[in-house]
């Protein structure tokens, strides 16, 4: 069964640089997301993407985060200029088409902020 | 509360027995899933009831929804050690975005 491959599992960094996160979705997927998940706390909606743009985000995603679709197969997710309360578990999700489908999550990568 | 708010936080119970989740949420939704999460992986998609349904059917799996009491419930039957997860309800909107609540961990002790 296709999967939502995500790149690396884990992820160190240091306070103030800048993290790239890597998402390959399920290739005829349209619709693609990204969620993240601070230990302990509920999963929580970062953005979604269609047609190459935003086609919503939450307030947690401000001027420090961006989404691209560099080329056919990856989705990324690009932090600058990272805080310690950045560390968390990223998830990206796929869906094929909008209504009632379950999303597809990917595993994570796992943000450690040092 | 927040939209999607399990309960109970925590359960534990013996392999065999039920596990009953529960979730409540706020707004109007187009469907509401579940998703289970075991420790420091993704998240697995279960089953998906939309707004218009009123119980659906997966294996050992059973959910209900009651919209007009704006909440949800996950049945896990013949529980086995290896259901011991955390299970999420997720209210998908217009917007196509997940919404999720809290999550309720299991324990089924062997």
């Known amino acids: 069964e296709p999967e939502v491959t995500q790149t690396p599992s884990h992820q160190v960094t240091q306070m103030g640089q800048e993290v790239i996160l890597r998402c390959v979705p399920i290739?005829?997927?349209?619709?693609f997301y990204w969620y993240r998940q601070i230990l302990g706390q509920k999963v929580e909606f970062l953005v979604s993407?269609?047609?190459?743009?935003?086609?919503?985000k939450s307030e947690i995603f401000d001027d420090q985060f961006s989404v691209e679709r560099p080329d056919g197969s990856n989705f990324t997710l690009k932090i600058r200029s990272t805080k310690l309360e950045d560390s968390a578990m990223y998830f990206c999700?796929?869906?094929?088409?909008?209504?009632?489908?379950?999303?597809?999550f990917g595993d994570g990568t796992r943000l450690s902020i040092l | 509360s927040q939209q999607g708010e399990e309960d109970p936080q925590a359960l534990s119970i013996q392999e065999g027995e039920n596990a009953t989740m529960n979730c409540s949420y706020k707004?109007?939704?187009?469907?509401l899933q579940w998703y289970r999460q075991n420790s420091g992986r993704g998240l697995v998609h279960l089953i998906l009831?939309?707004?218009?349904?009123r119980e659906k059917h997966s294996g050992r799996l059973r959910v209900t929804l009651d919209t007009s009491k704006k909440s949800s419930s996950l049945l896990i039957t013949a529980s086995r050690a290896a259901d011991t997860a955390s299970y999420f309800c997720?209210?998908?909107?217009?917007?196509?975005?997940?919404?999720f609540g809290g999550g309720t961990r299991l324990m089924v002790k062997p």
């Open positions: 290739s005829n997927h349209l619709y």
């Open positions: 009831i939309r707004s218009n349904e």
């Open positions: 999700a796929s869906i094929t088409d909008r209504g009632n489908q379950p999303q597809h």
């Open positions: 997720a209210t998908m909107n217009a917007g196509n975005m997940l919404t």
């Open positions: 993407f269609y047609n190459n743009e935003i086609s919503e």
């Open positions: 707004t109007s939704i187009n469907n």
